[in-house]
Nanobody
Framework: QVQLVESGGGSVQAGGSLRLSCAAS????????MGWFRQAPGKEREGVAA????????YYADSVKGRFTISQDNAKNTLYLQMNSLKPEDTAMYYC?????????????????WGQGTQVTVSS
């Protein structure tokens, strides 16, 4: 049974940093898309960052480019999202998703597995 467990969320002030982790169990990395999406109250889901676990190509939403970095540690079966220069508009529940065939468009909607999410709150 595949499980994705996120951690690392919390409350920070604007300009601060957080690192999210997604520990995958029962899941074998392959050349599929894995990444992070978020949802704020009353808003639609938004893909934040994604990576092809086989080749390492990365994709970012324009709103986070230059501030967020996605990475993976295959030995630990863990995906990370380093978030720097956080803004109040980054406040949302952040979810890890895995096993989408490709990273384009709303890849997270096609992902087979989602985690339960971790809350990120950025105050001004």
């Amino acid at each position: 049974q595949v499980q994705l467990v996120e951690s690392g969320g919390g409350s920070v002030q604007a300009g601060g940093s957080l690192r999210l982790s997604c520990a995958a169990s029962g899941y074998t990395y392959s050349s599929y898309c894995m990444g992070w999406f978020r949802q704020a109250p009353g808003k639609e889901r938004e893909g934040v960052a994604a990576i092809y676990t086989g080749g390492g190509s990365t994709y970012y939403a324009d709103s986070v480019k230059g501030r967020f970095t996605i990475s993976q540690d295959n030995a630990k079966n863990t995906l990370y999202l380093q978030m720097n220069s956080l803004k109040p508009e980054d406040t949302a529940m952040y979810y890890c998703a895995a096993d989408a065939l490709w990273c384009g468009g709303s890849w997270y909607e096609r992902a087979r597995y989602w985690g339960q999410g971790t809350q990120v709150t950025v105050s001004s």
